[in-house]
């Protein structure tokens, strides 16, 4: 049981580029989030997913797509990445059970972009 | 979801207790009150949540004020490994929907 596993771990893009962060879970979750935390900040929610074929901006979606390929697998796509978005991006699932919703992250992706 | 206050750091000896609070004023009364916790560069984890009654695990207490306007989550006897950034997340319970908003959190540094 993996939990939430993301890759890379690390990228260095130049200004333009374009790449997808990938991003599964095994724990049968039906949410699941994109986040980014700059130096110091707290977390911003990218992009929610409440389902699979279902998603949602969040806080912070301008240059930003996301895919949810299936239950398992959240993408998320820069198509153009510029420096403002070097930051670490931590994908996240969560269910609600016992009426509990708890939430599990990723290991997180630190991307710069030069 | 409701917004939350939380004040930016605090400190606490090691061996007493932290005590960290938090301000969620426009709280709905199906919401319930999380705390997260980020140690270094890690991932979020999930250390306890509660509607309206006080609620205690392994890893804190969690105690909400009667009009739930206000909540504190207490680390009993903290220790260096507890030094970490604390967040406080209101959310409606149930369901799928809902997003999961961070605020900035507490930064706790815990001094030996």
């Known amino acids: 049981n993996a939990g939430v596993t993301q890759t890379p771990k690390f990228q260095v893009l130049k200004t333009g580029q374009s790449m997808t962060l990938q991003c599964a879970q095994d724990?049968?979750?039906?949410?699941m989030y994109w986040y980014r935390q700059d130096p110091g900040m707290g977390l911003r929610l990218i992009y929610y997913s409440a389902s699979e074929g279902t998603t949602d901006k969040g806080e912070v979606p301008n240059g930003y797509n996301v895919s949810r390929l299936n239950k398992r697998e959240f993408s998320l796509r820069l198509e153009s990445a510029a420096p403002s978005q070097t930051s670490v991006y931590f994908c996240?699932?969560?269910?609600?059970?016992?009426?509990?919703?708890?939430?599990?992250f990723g290991q997180g992706t630190r991307l710069t972009v030069v | 979801d409701a917004k939350t206050t939380q004040p930016p750091s605090m400190d606490c000896a090691e061996g007493r207790a932290a005590n960290l609070p938090c301000n969620h004023s426009?709280?709905?009364?199906?919401?319930?009150v999380y705390w997260y916790r980020q140690i270094h560069s890690q991932g979020p984890q999930y250390i306890i949540h509660?509607?309206?009654n006080n609620e205690t695990n392994e890893m804190a207490s969690l105690i909400i004020t009667e009009d739930r306007k206000s909540s504190t989550l207490i680390l009993p006897h903290a220790t260096l490994r507890d030094t970490a950034v604390y967040y406080c997340i209101v959310r409606v319970a149930g369901g799928n929907t809902g997003k999961l908003i961070f605020g900035q959190g507490t930064t706790l540094q815990v001094k030996p």
């Open positions: 724990m049968n979750h039906n949410s």
């Open positions: 426009t709280i709905s009364g199906n919401e319930y």
């Open positions: 996240a699932s969560s269910e609600v059970r016992l009426g509990r919703t708890e939430a599990f």
């Open positions: 509660g509607l309206k």
